[in-house]
């Protein structure tokens, strides 16, 4: 009971602060990215540094880099295997190399 009791309210903490934290943001810019559209993509890091943002994307089974300083698509690292699909048996098995 008290698992889900807890479970019950994480959720509803979550559910709020994700409602007060969307609140909050706004739509800047929309870089456009070359190549196949954008059906599905994985995870992404920010160099605070030097403001260059890193993104896992599996439509073109590439790391794309934009400068988030100057919202704009820099270059791609391009060669990764992205999403197959390899038959098990009677099934279809999918399978993503991610980065």
Known sequence: ?????????ALAVATLAGAAVAADLKKIAEIPIPGEPLVS?????????????YFADRSNKSIDIFDAT????IGRVAGFVGRRLEQAGDAEVEHFDEV
């Open 70 to 73: 100057a919202n704009k698509f």
């Open 1 to 9: 009971m008290f698992i889900n009791v807890f479970a019950a309210t």
């Open 41 to 53: 993509f994985d995870i992404s890091f920010v160099d605070q540094k030097t403001q260059r943002y």
